[in-house]
Nanobody, 128 residues
Framework: QVQPVESGGGLGQAGGSLRLSCAPS????????VGWFRQAPGKEREFVAT????????NYADSVKDRFTISRDNAKNTVYLRMNNLKPEDTAVYYC?????????????????????WGQGTQVTVSS
């Protein structure tokens, strides 16, 4: 099994950018689709973006489409979430999650129960 570990969170300004990273502890992400979710205070965890093992397929929540970009560098065993044009409503704990893929272009549905392995989360705070 893999243990995703997130990094790169912190404080950003509205209109600014941040990049989150996710790498597995002790294992490789080879063969795993990886997604990002977030949970704002007082709200339920929600889907943000996901990417296939191959990196050729991705899916985004409507709220972040055209602002966030998910990518992966399989040589570096890392998945990224580039967040541009940040908004205060992007403030949340961001979680990386992984699931074994049956084929390289597999993109999980945007549901928490599609993913088996979860990181501990990294805080992103956007000031206005």
């Amino acid at each position: 099994q893999v243990q995703p570990v997130e990094s790169g969170g912190g404080l950003g300004q509205a209109g600014g950018s941040l990049r989150l990273s996710c790498a597995p502890s002790g294992r490789t992400f080879s063969g795993y689709a990886v997604g990002w979710f977030r949970q704002a205070p007082g709200k339920e965890r929600e889907f943000v973006a996901t990417i296939s093992w191959s990196g050729g397929s991705a899916n985004y929540a409507d709220s972040v489409k055209d602002r966030f970009t998910i990518s992966r560098d399989n040589a570096k065993n890392t998945v990224y979430l580039r967040m541009n044009n940040l908004k205060p409503e992007d403030t949340a704990v961001y979680y990386c999650a992984a699931v074994w893929s049956t084929y390289s272009a597999y993109v999980p549905r945007p549901l928490q129960n599609e993913y088996r392995y979860w990181g501990q989360g990294t805080q992103v705070t956007v000031s206005s």
